[in-house]
Nanobody, 124 residues
Framework: QLVESGGGLVQAGGSLRLSCAASGRTFSNYVMGWVRQAPGKEREFVAAISRSGERTYYADSVKGRFTISRDNAKNTVYLQMNSLKPEDTAVYYC???????????????????WGQGTQVTVSS
């Protein structure tokens, strides 16, 4: 089970930190990611992190502004979002995929497990 928190309403230029708490499985066996969906649009990859947390990958649209991290001891993955823009407004989903490898998952359709989502709204 994946449960997101930390969404809300923020002005452009502001910051938010999303959290995703995982339960029910061995968290460190899963690569984790954040995906977002704006109204009327398809789900969009945002960021991914490897099982150990050593490797990360970002969509170009958020690179330099967002930071993904994980704490395997707390079974939690985070998304620190800075310099937020109105176009970042979306429902943000935490996603997980079991992996034996050292990499990460960037294709939205490759994630098997999903949270319920948390709304992020950035006002101009």
């Amino acid at each position: 089970q994946l449960v997101e928190s930390g969404g809300g309403l923020v002005q452009a230029g502001g910051s938010l930190r999303l959290s995703c708490a995982a339960s029910g499985r061995t968290f460190s066996n899963y690569v984790m990611g954040w995906v977002r969906q704006a109204p009327g649009k398809e789900r969009e990859f945002v960021a991914a992190i490897s099982r150990s947390g050593e490797r990360t990958y970002y969509a170009d649209s958020v690179k330099g502004r967002f930071t993904i991290s994980r704490d395997n001891a707390k079974n939690t993955v985070y998304l620190q979002m800075n310099s937020l823009k109105p176009e970042d407004t979306a429902v943000y989903y935490c996603a997980a995929e079991f992996s034996y490898g050292l990499g990460f998952v960037v294709k939205v359709q490759d994630y098997d497990y999903w949270g319920q989502g948390t709304q992020v709204t950035v006002s101009s």
